[in-house]
């Protein structure tokens, strides 16, 4: 089995069903993502330049897709180097997905690599994802059921959005 570097279209519909309800063409205008932070199209919190995103901020379609683009690659490579073992692609999808959601500095210092690095079938990573759910010091039902999705792909191979 060769390394897997790259995202399957499965990720892509993840994010854009959680980071704007599958419509991303409602966030091109900056707005207040539920943990309180300045966001644009599909999650970007920062530019490719380092500068955050901004009240009053607007973006085109066309940007919407490159900054998803820069943005994925960062966690892509991330989840690429920092899992040690070899994985399947359902599995580096939800693991991507988790990482463009949280960043990947929680990733890195996370218990759930530490278990994938050392059983990456471990039943127990189920509940290392279940873990990641609050925002402002109170969990949010929509990162709920983000770990819920993210958890059935990385067992399952395939995409469920409600539980």
């Given at each position: 089995m060769e390394k897997i570097t790259r995202v399957s279209p499965d990720c892509l519909k993840?994010?854009?069903?959680f980071e704007c309800g599958g419509d991303f063409r409602q966030f091109l205008k900056a707005y207040k993502c539920p943990a309180g932070k300045w966001t644009i199209g599909m999650g970007t919190t920062r530019y490719p330049s380092g500068e955050?995103?901004?009240?009053?901020?607007?973006?085109?379609?066309?940007?919407v897709f490159e900054l998803l683009t820069y943005d994925l690659a960062a966690a892509e490579s991330a989840v690429a180097s920092l899992v040690t073992p070899l994985i399947i692609q359902q599995r580096f999808?939800?693991?991507?997905?988790f990482t463009y959601n949280l960043g990947?500095?929680?990733f890195k210092n996370s218990t759930l690599l530490k278990v994938i690095n050392?059983?990456?079938?471990?039943?127990?990573?189920d509940k290392q994802f279940a873990r990641w759910i609050m925002a402002g010091g109170k969990p949010l039902p929509?990162?709920?059921?983000?770990?819920?999705?993210?958890?059935?792909?990385y067992f399952n191979g395939n995409l469920k959005f409600n539980f």
């Open positions: 993840m994010i854009e069903y955050r995103v901004m009240p009053g901020d607007v973006i085109t379609e066309q940007q999808d939800a693991l991507v997905d990947i500095l929680a050392k059983n990456p079938g471990d039943p127990s990573i929509g990162l709920i059921r983000r770990r819920q999705s993210e958890s059935w792909l």
